[in-house]
């Protein structure tokens, strides 16, 4: 994980808040900006954006988005889907069975009969590998094992966030398996 320096951002975050181990795993925050003076704040705990800092029509800066300011809340949050990577299978999975290949696997469940956003522990839930490569290009990495929360083969995934001077926020996400499985990789809305 490389996040060396702890120097000044406009969202006033702080990087020790967001500092803890989880599951054996160190979690940070990440900063990402571009020249214009904006920036967003990440952890690698789930992924979760924290902050999206951009002027309004004063050109007063503010958070444009719902976040959290530690780590401690994002972990323990009403919300855990916040603005957070999810999967392996966004969305609902019909009282938590899919067949693949004529074999039925069965899932957790976490919303009424069915499995929600991955189950009980998806991927918002996870401490990921974590790689600044720049001042506006994050790479997130999470192998899940096979049998995680049901889904067949280990899955391989790297989601990479980057910032551009257009102020775009891109999120580029890339899988790969050593098994048939399903997958339906995405992040939850920001506001």
């Known amino acids: 994980m490389t996040n060396t320096t702890d120097t000044a951002n406009i969202c006033g ?19 990402l900006k571009n ?6 704040a990440v952890t690698n705990y789930g992924g979760a954006v924290v902050a999206i800092m951009m002027p309004d029509k004063n050109g007063n800066m503010a958070n444009i988005i719902q976040g959290h300011d530690n780590i401690q809340d994002v972990i323990d949050s009403p919300e855990p889907y916040l603005s957070t990577l999810i999967g392996r299978y966004g969305n609902r999975i019909c009282k938590g069975t899919f067949q693949l290949n004529g074999k039925t ?4 469940i976490n919303n009424g009969p069915n499995s929600l956003h991955g189950g ?8 990921w590998e974590a790689l600044q490569m720049n001042d506006h290009t994050l790479v997130l990495k999470y ?43 995405t992040t939850v809305s920001f506001l």
């Open 143 to 185: 192998v899940s094992p096979y049998g995680e929360e049901g889904y067949s083969g280990e899955l391989k995934v790297t989601v990479v966030y980057t910032f551009t001077e257009d102020n775009e926020f891109v999120i580029d996400y890339m899988a790969s398996t050593n098994k048939k499985t399903i997958i339906n990789h």
């Open 13 to 31: 975050l702080k990087r020790k808040d967001f500092q803890t181990t989880v599951n054996g795993k160190s979690t940070d925050l990440f900063i």
């Open 120 to 127: 009980k522990k998806g991927f918002n839930a996870k401490v």
């Open 105 to 108: 696997y069965n899932l957790p």
């Open 35 to 40: 020249s214009k003076g904006n920036e967003i």
